[in-house]
């Protein structure tokens, strides 16, 4: 089983910035296309951004596209979310997610997220002057 445990977030403030990391306990994670999901009070559940298993290929929504960068560490087992120039509709639990073995990215972004196969804890990013 592939075990999510997601770090780092916190306070940031209107146009700063946060780094958040999934770490993966098992070493398949290298073998998942992973997601990071957002859902904010009142919102559904959002996907924010996802990476190939190889980390050559990315999406963003568009509501982040510019601002936030997701990249991986295979070696390492972690995924990471820098999120740049935050704002205020930033703020919300974020997860980290993994699709499936040797998915596309593609099909990582076209999946209903109750599809993938696993989740973090989720981690709470505030921002907020």
């Known amino acids: 089983q592939v075990q999510l445990v997601e770090s780092g977030g916190g306070l940031g403030q209107p146009g700063g910035s946060l780094r958040l990391s999934c770490a993966a306990s098992?070493?398949?994670?290298?073998?998942?296309?992973m997601g990071w999901f957002r859902q904010a009070p009142g919102k559904e559940r959002e996907l924010v951004a996802a990476i190939a298993y190889s980390g050559g290929e990315a999406y963003y929504s568009d509501s982040v596209k510019g601002r936030f960068t997701i990249s991986r560490d295979n070696a390492k087992r972690r995924v990471y979310l820098q999120m740049s120039s935050l704002k205020h509709e930033d703020t919300a639990v974020y997860s980290c997610?993994?699709?499936?073995?040797?998915?596309?990215?593609?099909?990582?972004?076209?999946?209903?997220?109750?599809?993938?196969?696993?989740w973090g804890q989720g981690t709470q990013v505030t921002v907020s002057s």
């Open positions: 997610a993994a699709d499936g073995p040797f998915h596309p990215v593609a099909v990582a972004v076209s999946a209903d997220p109750a599809a993938y196969d696993y």
């Open positions: 098992v070493p398949t994670f290298s073998n998942y296309a």
